[in-house]
């Protein structure tokens, strides 16, 4: 994995599927700009505390989902060439409801009860 200042110069090609681009020891290191579709491991690959990522609706706000099985709710990387996550990503605010799944380096957003994507 890539550290922080140290992200793969072809990472940055636009296009790409959703991956890990670093892994960083603290999540005061995850770099304020991430490649599109990339996502950044806080701990090691083999103690992973937290993933971080740009909300795939486009609108700035950064998710951080915990990865540590002690803690309720937590999500597992099934995958991460292609990144999957589970459970479903669902970000509330009073302005907006980004709710999808992260699979196979794709999003899927998940539809309201009138059948609206929303993001």
């Not at 090609?13 to 304020?32: F, K, M, N, S, Y």
């Not at 991430?34 to 990522?53: D, E, H, N, T, Y």
Request: with cysteine; hydrophobic share 40%.
């Amino acid at each position: 994995m890539a550290r922080v200042g140290r992200i793969p110069f072809w990472q940055w090609i636009p296009g790409r599927a959703w991956r890990i681009v670093a892994a960083v020891e603290a999540a005061d290191e995850i770099p304020e700009r991430l490649p599109s579709c990339g996502a950044v491991i806080v701990g090691s690959l083999q103690r992973p505390k937290w993933l971080a990522f740009d909300c795939p609706c486009k609108t700035g706000h950064r998710i951080m989902v915990t990865l540590d099985p002690a803690l309720w709710p937590h999500w597992v990387i099934e995958n991460e060439k292609k990144l999957s996550i589970s459970p479903s990503v669902d970000y509330q605010t009073a302005e907006r409801r980004c709710h999808y799944l992260v699979t196979n380096g794709k999003i899927i957003w998940v539809k309201d009860m009138e059948g609206r994507s929303r993001g």
